[in-house]
């Protein structure tokens, strides 16, 4: 069994393995930084206009889960519907409210058509569910997505989707062109 090494040769290896050293001048670190940070500003949700504001003229009645939407504003033509469900304009998004309560499907559905506008999207597909699952089967989104899509300053029409892209449970809606693509007058069509 090897010779177990005495205090002094403990002391040397000890030396020897970490070297020179240099006496530390202050043995006490301030816990707080010299520099103060930067200030960051607050953030903000999204604040988006409020574009609910088309006054509502006519009374808007409470639909049922198979009653089909059709809405045209002041100045459009009739045939512009028919227009829309043979696919004349094309799709270039789509919001899915399912699932959602009606005041997170109303910031949503807010923020989507915003964010179209600001895209140049014309023609959109929102679906919002027929209401199966509603109490009394009256479909509570259905309806608003009806009241809110008639005051929206940016809608031009809106009409239920073919059976096969939702029926009854979506709608497609046509938007002003305007923005950066620049305005038109949309009463040609």
């Known amino acids: 069994m090897p010779k177990k090494p005495t205090k002094k040769e403990d002391s040397q290896l000890f030396q020897e393995a970490i070297g020179k ?7 006490k670190h301030p816990l707080t930084p010299t520099r103060k940070p930067r200030p960051h500003p607050k953030k903000t949700g999204l604040q988006l206009p409020d574009k609910l504001i088309r006054p509502q003229t006519e009374s808007v009645s409470t639909l049922q889960t198979e009653d089909t939407l ?40 807010i923020k989507f058509l915003h964010f179209c506008e600001q895209d140049g999207c014309r023609c959109v597909r929102i679906i919002h569910g027929k209401g199966y699952r509603s109490t009394n089967n009256l479909p509570i989104l259905k309806n608003d997505v009806n009241l809110w899509l008639r005051q929206h300053q940016e809608v031009q029409a809106f009409c239920s989707a073919a059976q096969k892209e939702g029926g009854a449970g979506a709608v497609l809606v046509l938007l002003r062109l305007s923005g950066k693509y620049g305005d038109q007058d949309d009463s040609e069509y």
Do not use: C, W
């Open 21 to 27: 050293v240099t006496p530390i001048k202050s043995d």
């Open 70 to 109: 059709s809405y045209t504003a002041d100045g459009m033509q009739k045939n512009i519907l028919k227009k829309m469900r043979r696919g004349h304009f094309g799709l270039d998004a789509e919001l899915d409210l399912h699932g959602l309560t009606s005041q997170q499907a109303k910031r949503e559905l």
